[in-house]
């Protein structure tokens, strides 16, 4: 069963960092691609980034400079490095498994911008 478990996030004022995790099982982790979205209250889900099986990041472009992306395999974990935070990155940050055409997602975790 393929499982995956966000966390990192929480409550920061603009300008500050945070580093989500996604902890994943059930899966073979090296095989497919990973991403974050997110989703604001009253708006749709949105792609952020996206790292490929070999490691090659996109980013948004609203994120790209602020945002890393990263996988470890060993750990069987990616991360989501958020820099200089904006209020409007405010929302519930997921992640998603691509493998084979299928799709994986986590619960999410809230990140909050505050002024």
């Known amino acids: 069963q393929v499982q995956l478990v966000e966390s990192g996030g929480g409550l920061v004022q603009a300008g500050g960092s945070l580093r989500l995790s996604c902890a994943a099982s059930?899966?073979?982790?090296?095989?497919?691609?990973f991403s974050w979205y997110r989703q604001a209250p009253g708006k749709q889900r949105e792609w952020v980034a996206t790292?490929?099986?070999?490691?090659?990041?996109h980013y948004q472009d609203s994120v790209k400079g602020r945002f890393t992306i990263s996988r470890d395999n060993a750990k069987n974990t990616v991360y989501l490095q958020m820099a200089n935070l904006k209020p409007e990155d405010t929302a519930t940050y997921s992640c998603?498994?691509?493998?084979?055409?299928?799709?994986?997602w986590g619960q999410g975790t809230q990140v909050t911008v505050s002024l």
């Open positions: 790292i490929t099986i070999n490691g090659l990041p």
């Open positions: 998603n498994f691509l493998y084979l055409g299928d799709n994986y």
């Open positions: 059930g899966l073979i982790f090296n095989a497919g691609t």
